[in-house]
């Protein structure tokens, strides 16, 4: 069974940082490429960053580049994504989700909460 | 990115049928056959339930069926049972290895 579990979300004040890890099972996590995608209270979905299965091609949504960092560590299964200079505006619920059937994310974690405030 | 546009609700009754549009435009939508779409319940992670505009993966009743066309792309549910009420959103490949998704509907059981 395919599985995602988030860490690293907490309260943090602004200007902060903060990372978010993914510990990947299941699956062969050498083989996929991997998301984040955030959600803010009571809002939508929004894509944050991709990473290919070797690292090659890194990604950003326009609001975050510069600010998060995604990578990845294949012997360890794992996720990361080092979010800096952190605001208000990143308050989210983050998800890492797996890349699957052409350009969707069909395996999510249950997502951790960042929650940005002085 | 602009999200893609999605009506905030839709409702049916029991055994009704429903349908959520999703419109972008044609640098995502219209450009690629690469629409996917999400149900969430309240608390819990999304779920795929339609990828590649009308492909279902696994395990996804049949029910659920999608559709393109020009920009816009369509989420169409069958026989509602009250278990589908949930929120629903749309996603699209944007080129670029750049996603974009719509901003959510609440899809009611009534």
């Known amino acids: 069974e395919v599985q995602l579990v988030e860490s690293g979300g907490g309260l943090v004040k602004p200007g902060e940082s903060l990372r978010l890890s993914c510990a990947a099972s299941?699956?062969?996590?050498?083989?996929?490429?991997m998301n984040w995608v955030r959600q803010a209270p009571g809002k939508g979905l929004e894509w944050v960053s991709s990473?290919?299965?070797?690292?090659?091609?890194?990604y950003y949504a326009d609001s975050v580049k510069g600010r998060f960092t995604i990578s990845r560590d294949n012997a360890k299964n794992s996720l990361y994504l080092q979010i800096n200079s952190l605001r208000a505006e990143d308050t989210a619920v983050y998800y890492c989700?797996?890349?699957?059937?052409?350009?969707?994310?069909?395996?999510w974690g249950q997502g951790t909460l960042v929650t940005v405030s002085s | 990115q602009s999200a893609l546009t999605q009506p905030r609700s839709v409702s049916g009754s029991p055994g009704q049928s429903v349908t959520i549009s999703c419109t972008g435009t044609?640098?995502?939508?219209?450009?690629?056959?690469?629409v996917s779409w999400y149900q969430q319940h309240p608390g819990k992670a999304p779920k795929l339930m339609i990828y590649d505009v009308s492909k279902r993966p696994s395990g996804v009743p049949d029910r659920f069926s999608g559709s393109k066309s020009g920009n816009t792309a369509s989420l169409t549910i069958s026989g509602l049972p009250a278990e589908d009420e949930a929120d629903y959103y749309c996603c699209s490949y944007a080129g670029s290895y750049t996603w974009v998704f719509g901003g959510g509907t609440k899809l009611a059981v009534l």
């Open positions: 044609s640098s995502d939508v219209g450009g690629y056959n690469y």
């Open positions: 299941g699956f062969t996590f050498s083989g996929y490429s």
């Open positions: 990473i290919s299965s070797s690292s090659s091609h890194i």
């Open positions: 989700a797996r890349e699957g059937y052409d350009y969707s994310f069909d395996h």
